[in-house]
């Protein structure tokens, strides 16, 4: 619920990195370093796949 309420302040790209960051700590409880690796390159994938290959329209934020 708070991810879908960060979208239209914060736009896709930081709502959803801050999304992973979390759900990752939670889940993999690994090291900081790997899991703002793995949340930044699952970002970078999410956003070539809806933007550029399906030509998706992501929310940009109004905050920036």
């Known amino acids: 619920v708070a991810y879908m309420f960060a979208l ?3 736009g ?3 709502s959803t990195f801050l999304f992973l960051l979390a759900s990752i700590t ?3 409880r690994g090291s900081i370093l ?3 690796a793995i949340s930044a390159a ?3 994938a ?3 796949i ?3 290959v399906f030509g998706v329209v992501l929310p940009k934020g109004s905050l920036f």
């Open 8 to 10: 239209e302040p914060l």
């Open 12 to 14: 896709f790209l930081v």
């Open 26 to 28: 939670v889940l993999y």
């Open 34 to 36: 790997m899991t703002l």
């Open 42 to 44: 699952s970002l970078a």
């Open 46 to 48: 999410i956003f070539v």
């Open 50 to 52: 809806f933007r550029q």
